[in-house]
């Protein structure tokens, strides 16, 4: 099944739909809830094979936080949003490392393509411990986790794998997990910088995009990594197919029903589109137009969230 | 008609399929040139008060050069596309003010949001001559042309009516015409910022995204407008639109062919989807994940363009 | 008498000094205000005519803010020191118009050179409420005053004096009163992006460089202008002058005290040493390697300063 | 000997004038050539443990490229300089390694602040090769030689050190040579952004500015490292000490010679005035106001310079 997205959850429902299944899938346990008027937390854990196999998904967690209208959030609600990141991740934390264990903040990307920015931006905003637990302790609380920060940058303009990267300085400096923030692409221009997805099972750059990389997990770099990513791209593709449910829908319902719209319903319009629009070269990946502005709110969300996250 | 961009050359070819008409639409003369492999130009003349009616635009020159894989573009096709611009800008110009005459450069848009970029960045690349003009002239050539430019912003970020700006400044400096660079909402994907169109007509700033300000013409200012605009952004509905329709011909090809296929076919989809999606807050206007570098590769090709067009 | 610094208070220190004035100035009228281990407030109030001609400046109201350590300042200094700014500017505002007039603040300086960008970044912060009073009234309270903002760029980029760009916007708009921002020369070092200046008296940009432009003020304009000047650069030939006074009484205390550093030290080196950079073209304008920060802190404690004076 | 430059000529000046040299140094070689009006080029070997301990500066090549008036150059003196960096660095590479051998250039320093933007500002130009000769070979030429490149920022900002970063991904990815690009303090303010030192000996980043890191070189890294450094900031000392050089000699010619100047014109004022400045904190270091443009020109020009030595 091509999901086309990196969202645990929109893949559990997509599967769902696609097998008719009205409770929970096999191997899957879903939990939700909503902070305030805003902000909705999906929990998608993947408890075995059965569940791997279903959503295409590694067994751990998957929590989803969606942001409503984040593009024109004040403070107070970037504020919120933060707090829920720091919570999940907290939690995720405390049961892979200890209090006090180093941890190293990666943020993937391109700082000169705006929709791909994210990661080196958060980077920028990241509180940055470690060099002064070694040079200068005395001006830290002794408690203090050392956390260190990098932009390893993108292939395109390193000409270096990711991986090879961050292999050679995980082997130097020994963190004890890796927190990896990454752009994602959607299948719903609507969650677009306005969901963070935190996953503990590690990430592959550049999937959502169909330009894969190496995979960052604890089998290829031996310790534990955390993925935040925030989906910022979309297909036309699956701007179209939406579309089309919609409109046939619509049409259905205007009595123009037929046995042909009827069959059209029932499939999964996506890859047909595709297929039309890659000939004419008309697949572009897009984002919305205030992409600027839904970086910078989400990065603010996910830096202080993991500012708090890291320290106590 | 709701044709949906501002390009003449889009509108008069929604006409004449509208209106079944196979040679030149009456009122307008249309001319066309190819540069290379890469460059194409589309000269469309609006005549008298039938061509403003068929295509909505005041009797004047709208010249559309459009540029293949700018995106990727080197220096050479850069400079290719650019020498296309003063051309045609030059014939413009020599229609309208003497060889020594002020001119004042406007870049409309804001600089901070990606795809609206467009006028600040030319701006910035602009060669102003007034200044050196006015107070060490013995450093240039007797008959350099008096060149300003001014990045007046947006509405939103400076809560003042374009036109309230320049009216101001024109009735101080007194120029004797403006080139003003917009960025525009085009009807079609594979046009974004590949596209330039240049008239002598003047521009209604905003007007492909909905949010129409005040018109920027030589009835409203009293000296002579030449814009110069790019497309930069796409509504939703569009990319479904079209490929709604490529969709369809792909099924009638493969047999699927029906009455009601046949029926939808002749219609115009892009309203039937925009009322569609807009009560969904789905019709988001979007932009491909490569702006920056396209924004950047034509913001070099109208600077120079324009520099050449306004030196000897 | 050169000053080589746009600050009141400095050009007060200067003339008492070189006066052997010990108490006030006739003319001037002083007083000093601290808040907090980091902020000196220091109103110097140039009373009549006798006062201009001590000082070279305009009759009216001049406060400086001195905020130590602005460089690595958090969160809460900056907080405190906007605060102090709000309630001198709300003070002057309350002398000049009314609660409802409408104000245009303006920035002056180049964005793109990084001493000379306070100007254009603070106005990216400021609330602008002119353009929802006249296209959405409802949703704001009825009791919010208009308030617009433009950045008019500098001669060098528009070839334009900004004067001219302004009486045009003005006579367009016809705001009750100018608040203007811009970077000035320092005579110190120690004040670069650490000080505010807020006077009543209007503003001559560029004044502090030697590239003196027309004043912008009542005279010229017809309103009110309020002028926010923030050091951000220094002569070379200023650091040299200071280093050698501090350098002289060092060299006395040493012991090595003679008839000539006696007397030198009683000259202003400044004046000398220009004469001998100049020729070498050694006098260049610096600023601290720390510039970027510097200039982000000072833009958020000026733009908060007047969005909270200028709303309720 | 503080030497306060990393400029090995600088040194050798001091050295000489310090010992009263006439000719050359013992230990050293010099070579001087012109190019054109604005380009002079020394050639500095250091032969032996002499010439070691005579500057301070390992046995090997320090290549000098002055460049004048860069600040206001155009594209014509920014492409010749980019041609001396070339011929100089292709010398080097041929002495090093072969002609295919792989290569990892390396930009130092932190983009968000402007003096030291050099190092990734540099590699965003570089032309990357590395990735496609692994993955799509067949759109190059077959003797294209594999080029990567990585900014791994500043310990400030990662808190990790550049040679644990450094370390591990040359262990990684295996390049036979490394080029770094860092931004240096320099003596002379006249310098700053207007030479390049190139150096087969590697580097020790931030030694200028008194803020010392492990060094970067055979040693550390085990293969050869090239260095490219560019003054871009001054001390406020230095200023003030050249200035005083300066300023004395006027006095002496002027006839106010005495036996105080006689002696005080024989020593370094460097030392005496830093030590008045620094208990003031008044040492700051400064960069020129220009030092946007400076920063700009200077990378194109040795962002080309590797270029085109880089590949054939």
Chains 1, 2, 3, 4 share one sequence.
Do not use: C, W
Request: aromatic share 4%.
């Amino acid at each position: 099944m091509n999901f086309r997205t990196d969202l645990a959850l929109e893949r559990r429902d997509l599967y769902k739909k696609a097998n008719d299944i009205a409770n929970e899938v096999d191997g899957l346990e879903t939990q939700e809830e909503k902070i305030g008027e805003d902000i909705q937390i999906t929990r998608v854990k993947v408890l075995n094979e059965n569940g791997e196999q279903a959503i295409g998904k590694k067994k751990g967690n998957y929590i989803t936080i969606d942001v409503k209208n984040l593009k024109i959030a004040g403070e107070e609600e970037i504020q919120r949003a933060s707090e829920a990141v720091t919570k999940e991740l907290k939690t995720l934390l405390a049961q892979l490392i200890g209090e006090k264990d180093d941890i190293l903040v990666v943020g993937l990307g391109n700082l000169y393509v705006t929709p791909d920015a994210l990661g080196p931006k958060v980077i920028q905003d990241i509180d940055i411990t470690r060099h002064i637990i070694n040079y200068m302790p005395e001006v830290l609380d002794q408690d203090t986790r050392p956390v260190s920060a990098v932009s390893p940058g993108v292939l395109g303009t390193t000409g270096i794998e990711t991986l090879e990267i961050l292999k050679g300085i995980v082997d130097n400096i020994h963190p004890k997990l890796l927190i990896v923030i990454d752009a994602l692409a959607s299948r719903s221009i609507e969650r677009i910088s306005s969901t963070v997805q935190i996953a503990d099972t590690g990430i592959v750059p550049g999937a959502g995009v169909g330009n894969q990389r190496k995979e960052l997990t604890i089998d290829t770099l031996g310790v534990p990594v955390i993925a935040i990513g925030v989906p910022t791209v979309v297909e036309a593709a699956t701007i179209a197919a939406d579309s089309l449910d919609l409109f046939i829908q619509k049409l259905q319902q205007d009595a123009h029903s037929n046995d042909f719209l009827n069959q059209l319903q029932e499939e999964d319009k996506y890859q047909m589109i595709k297929e039309v629009l890659v000939p004419e070269e008309y697949n572009f990946i897009v984002t919305p137009k205030e992409i600027d502005d839904l970086i910078e709110n989400m990065s603010s969300v996910v830096a202080r969230g993991i500012n708090y996250a890291t320290q106590k």
